[in-house]
């Protein structure tokens, strides 16, 4: 059987099918599940058998099989919004995973983290049952309140807290459709706070959150003249999942999109006040600072500045002229009286 619909539980199995049919059916149903992979299975007889559970909203992979090796391709990139870390739990037997560089052996009881935005692998020579939590990268953010997700390092089972991940796992896998969303709500609570425990490295982020403030805003400034500046690439360009990234930023006030807009606003103002730009043409100076369509630039400016574009260069120039003929009406004056004030008799 196939995985398949939206039933709260989809299973397949090796177990009534042809031997000869076995590798062909689970490469295709681990691949409804893990997107592109590949696999290596030895050339004895091969079983297994695939299942997934809705937990809330994320997903839970039971998979159990005799021996197999794999490598995984990443569904979702780096900085996509679907990025998503999986907790692996490693239930029965023993298994070897590897990411960027990184090796973890993780035997029953044993957990770890992996990045699906990234390539890795899994390796195995005994029967063997772990169980796969994906859950997004803004959710494992919230949850653990922290933007460094460790990767690929070992949770022994053989401490109190790792030995309490592996049942939450477990537990997390065996109520999966039994109980209603509150109680749901409070398992996965008392799962990602001993989640957060594992991995050892809480950063509150309250306490990041100045810092990380300042790296965005200072981002933003030194891209500010690049059309393609958007929220999506500043948080990418920051390691940072975009909700997490509009989360930090709303401590300001106002929302990333509108800063961008209103520096850039600032930047065409200052320019159309400069007279050493006045060669340059509005559209130009507009332009230059990230904005790609003249009447969207002109309506934004008018709506900041209360004048149009043109209107506001042509008050300048008559501004400083008028400042410029001030001056020089001044300096005679000065030098008319000091000439005056020199020339007169003893």
Not at 25 to 47: M, Y
């Amino acid at each position: 059987m196939g995985l398949g619909g939206h039933k709260m539980s989809q299973l397949f199995s090796t177990e009534l099918l042809p031997v000869s049919d076995r590798i062909d059916a689970w490469q295709w149903n681990a691949e409804q599940v893990c997107g592109d992979c590949r696999i290596r299975i030895p050339k004895s007889s091969f079983h297994g058998s695939i299942e997934v559970r809705q937990v809330g909203s994320l997903r839970l992979t039971r998979f159990s099989s005799s021996p197999l090796s794999f490598w995984k391709w990443p569904i979702d990139t780096v900085s996509s919004e679907n990025r998503s870390c999986i907790v692996i739990t490693q239930i029965v037997g023993a298994r070897r995973y590897l990411q960027d560089g990184a090796e973890v052996f993780l035997k029953a009881g044993d957990s770890t983290v992996i990045d699906s935005g990234r390539p890795w692998s899994s390796s195995c020579a005994t029967e063997c049952v772990r169980l796969y939590l994906r859950v997004p990268r803004w959710i494992m953010e919230d949850r653990l309140q922290t933007i460094e997700v460790p990767i690929a390092e070992k949770i022994s089972g053989t401490t109190r807290i790792g030995s309490m991940l592996s049942q939450l796992s477990q537990c997390l896998y065996d109520k999966a459709g039994r109980t209603g969303e509150a109680e749901t709500a409070i398992v996965l609570d008392g799962y990602f706070h001993t989640l957060a425990g594992c991995l050892g490295r809480r950063t509150l982020a309250a306490e990041r959150g100045p810092d990380l403030l300042r790296q965005i805003l200072r981002y933003v400034d030194t891209h500010l003249a690049e059309p393609t500046l958007t929220p999506f690439e500043t948080a990418s360009a920051l390691n940072i999942s975009l909700r997490h990234l509009h989360r930090v930023f709303s401590a300001t006030g106002t929302t990333l999109g509108d800063y961008v807009r209103a520096r850039r606003l600032e930047q065409c103002r200052r320019d159309l006040m400069n007279p050493r730009l006045r060669e340059k043409t509005i559209t130009d100076i507009a332009f230059f600072w990230g904005f790609s369509d003249a009447a969207h630039f002109s309506h934004a400016f008018r709506s900041q500045f209360g004048a149009s574009p043109r209107a506001f260069r042509a008050q300048m120039a008559e501004k400083i002229r008028q400042v410029t003929t001030d001056l020089r009406v001044r300096s005679f004056v000065v030098s008319e009286m000091s000439a005056f004030r020199y020339s007169r008799p003893n």
